[in-house]
């Protein structure tokens, strides 16, 4: 059981660090009002519960989302990113905090951590496959109480006031950036975006 444990945290380290920079972010302008920290920690719950289960369905020899769509869930950040550049272009200079701010709620937390879990479900279908039921239920639940100890850290970080004070200057770009990076790290490193070149060519 302990070896289980152990392997269930190094697992999900290896595939969900990248989630502690998403969720810093988030934190860091739900101090400016939103998404409200609520929403954060029930969307990464849902997202992250929804790879699981996607990754249980497929060791047991189900395919729901063919791979070489999979990359396309890219096109969720990288859409929120590019409307909140754009929001935060149109608003240039107001200062109500209200326009400050990402409008990211629950369903788009949720969306951004599917959309980010790739490399989950590519790692946990295998090991779900060839581990015991009662192996995989213990892994699943580690996987759940790391979800909310993420959580706690992006909020420890993103809530800082020395990180706060430090990004505040550059919070309406990092926003934006985090999440247009993501998509397209998404898409390309899919192969997406190839595929789709050679269709056009």
């Given at each position: ?121 590519a790692l946990y279908t295998p090991i779900f496959r060839t581990s015991t039921p009662a192996d995989v239920a ?14 706690v850290a992006g909020r420890l970080i993103g809530t800082h006031k020395v990180v706060t004070e430090t990004l ?30 050679e269709v056009i060519a």
């Amino acid at each position: 059981m302990l070896a289980t444990i152990g392997s269930a945290i190094g697992l999900f380290a290896a595939t969900n660090i990248d989630d502690i920079v998403v969720l810093t972010v988030l934190f860091l302008a739900s101090s400016r009002g939103k998404p409200r920290p609520w929403q954060i920690v029930a969307g990464q719950y849902l997202g992250f519960i929804t790879l699981v289960m996607i990754s249980v369905i497929a060791a047991l020899g189900l395919t729901i989302v063919p791979d070489e769509w999979v990359g396309f869930l890219g096109l969720i950040p990288l859409g929120i990113g590019i409307w909140t550049l754009v929001r935060g272009l149109r608003r240039n200079g107001d200062d109500d905090d209200d326009d400050k701010i990402t409008a990211v709620g629950l369903w788009g937390v949720a969306g951004i951590t599917i959309a980010n879990g790739a490399d989950n479900i590519a790692l946990y279908t295998p090991i779900f496959r060839t581990s015991t039921p009662a192996d995989v239920a213990i892994m699943i639940v580690v996987f759940l109480v790391l979800v909310a100890v993420w959580c706690v850290a992006g909020r420890l970080i993103g809530t800082h006031k020395v990180v706060t004070e430090t990004l505040e200057r550059v919070e309406h770009w990092l926003v934006p950036v985090v999440f247009i990076g993501l998509g397209l790290f998404i898409l390309i490193e899919s192969g997406v975006v190839s595929r789709l070149v050679e269709v056009i060519a």
